[in-house]
């Protein structure tokens, strides 16, 4: 019976621990939405998330909402999406909080880099979708529709189809993260990559052609990036592994 004490209270103070951290992870995203919220507001937020879309359109023209509430419901949705990638370090650094009291000192040099570079990938990923790839593939379709349709996009289904861009791209610009977390755990070596690399590549542009619509520009504008950044892991993880050996692997 007190054999069994210390563990449930170990277990206990985990569970209490984990609450804490999530509660503070939750309260960081609430303050950022508040702020948003606040300036520049729900509405502003999402003119700039429609910007590239209504460039693309002919002068004068808007968007639609179908649904009686949308115009209520999309910029608010929206607000709380940003919210989160803004709050995301803070989220990610209360999960590294958490596990961090139970890693060793490389192990906890291996973790913190990685949180912080997830986090400035997936950050830079949803930037370029926005900043580069938005504004292309929009001219590209206006352009290529016929002169006898009216493009009027219906609100909901514009940010449907911003936010499963946008995560996309923040999701495949972790692949360096991806290729030093696989080099670290001993499950493949830089040799092996580099001699798969034109298997990877032809998964790269089959990726890329699923999760983006069906244009060239889009396509090509996801599939090189991962290319790209897929070299970079190459040469990264070896530096990333040496700096994060156990004392017992120097030796």
């Excluded at 909901?156 to 911003?162: M, T």
Aim: charged share 10%.
């Amino acid at each position: 019976m007190s054999s069994k004490a210390p563990v449930e209270e170990t277990f206990i103070s985990h569970l209490v621990e984990l609450r804490n951290r999530l509660v503070k992870a939750s309260i960081g995203i609430a303050i950022v939405c508040a702020v948003l919220f606040y300036w520049p507001g729900p509405s502003h937020i999402y003119d700039f998330i429609a910007a590239p879309m209504i460039a693309s359109l002919p002068a004068g023209s808007k968007m639609i909402a179908t649904g009686v509430i949308s115009p209520f419901l999309v910029p608010m949705k929206v607000t709380l999406v940003i919210a989160f990638i803004v709050a995301l370090p803070w989220v990610l650094y209360q999960m590294w909080a958490f596990i961090a009291p139970g890693l060793y000192a490389h192990e906890k040099r291996l973790i913190a880099p990685l949180v912080i570079s997830s986090s400035l990938l997936f950050i830079a990923g949803v930037a370029f979708c926005y900043f580069f790839v938005f504004g292309r593939v929009f001219h590209f379709i206006s352009d290529f529709s016929p002169s006898s349709i009216a493009v009027m996009p219906d609100i909901e289904n514009y940010l449907d189809f911003v936010m499963s861009m946008c995560l996309a791209f923040g999701a495949t610009f972790e692949v360096p993260v991806v290729v030093v977390i696989l080099v670290r755990m001993g499950l493949v070596s830089i040799a092996k990559l580099k001699e798969i690399r034109p298997y990877i590549i032809v998964g790269a542009f089959v990726i890329a052609a699923i999760v983006t619509p069906p244009d060239v520009v889009s396509q090509f504008s996801l599939a090189i990036p991962m290319c790209l950044l897929f070299e970079l892991g190459l040469l990264v993880a070896p530096i990333f592994v040496k700096v994060t050996q156990a004392p017992e692997e120097v030796s």
